[in-house]
């Protein structure tokens, strides 16, 4: 009896712990970090994407600061970029949601990983991204938060992973940082908009989270 009992509890506690983290993730989702500046005019505009889970920040070609554009590949018809971050393993097994496996989610969510960045082109802007104006000082910290997510090598260049991009317009890059349940490639977006003093989420794993501030 004692057996069952113990077995019990140990289900019940299995149970708990995603509906916590779930309870959790959307309480501090709702939270919201205020702007640091307030009515500062805009500079520019930069984007939010979103392909129904992972969210991507958009910049124009233009508002990208050499230090993060270097060594970056692109061309002169290339308008738009976009920067991702994940797990590397997740990234490279599972271009489609049809690929996703347990062995991948499991470790992507719980095991210490290598990450990437994921940055793809664009000539024009996509209907669905949804535009956020931002200013001058916004831009720059902005621009600095994406110059840090990248892993250089000894000589301060970023390591391309060549031949590994989904199509013809993206590239894979090493990344610093270990993707886990709680700093999943949403909350390394919202971790950006907090650290360029935009609004943000207190935190969240989630892409709807940050979404909700701006539509």
């Excluded at 692109?74 to 949601?97: C, I, Q, R, V």
């Excluded at 894979?172 to 609004?199: I, L, P, Q, R």
Aim: with cysteine; proline share 2%.
């Amino acid at each position: 009896m004692n057996v069952v009992k113990r077995i019990g509890k140990l289900v019940l506690f299995i149970i708990l712990i995603p509906l916590i983290y779930l309870v959790v993730s959307l309480l501090l989702s709702a939270l919201t970090v205020d702007k640091k500046e307030a009515s500062v005019p805009s500079h520019s505009s930069i984007y939010l994407s979103s392909n129904g889970v992972h969210l991507d920040i958009v910049l124009e070609k233009k508002d990208i600061n050499t230090l993060v554009l270097s060594g970056l590949k692109h061309t002169a018809g290339d308008k738009f970029m976009s920067f991702g971050w994940g797990d590397e393993n997740f990234y490279l097994n599972t271009p489609t949601w049809g690929d996703l496996t347990f062995n991948n989610g499991f470790k992507a969510l719980f095991l210490k990983s290598a990450t990437l960045m994921h940055i793809t082109r664009f000539k024009e802007k996509q209907i669905n991204w949804i535009e956020i104006k931002v200013s001058h000082n916004e831009l720059i910290k902005l621009n600095s938060y994406l110059e840090k997510s990248f892993l250089k090598d000894n000589t301060g260049s970023k390591t391309l992973i060549a031949y590994k991009g989904y199509g013809s317009n993206d590239d894979f890059y090493k990344a610093n940082g270990s993707y886990s349940c709680f700093k999943t490639c949403n909350s390394w977006v919202n971790t950006g908009f907090v650290e360029g003093g935009m609004k943000a989420c207190f935190w969240t794993p989630f892409d709807f989270g940050l979404l909700h501030k701006y539509e």
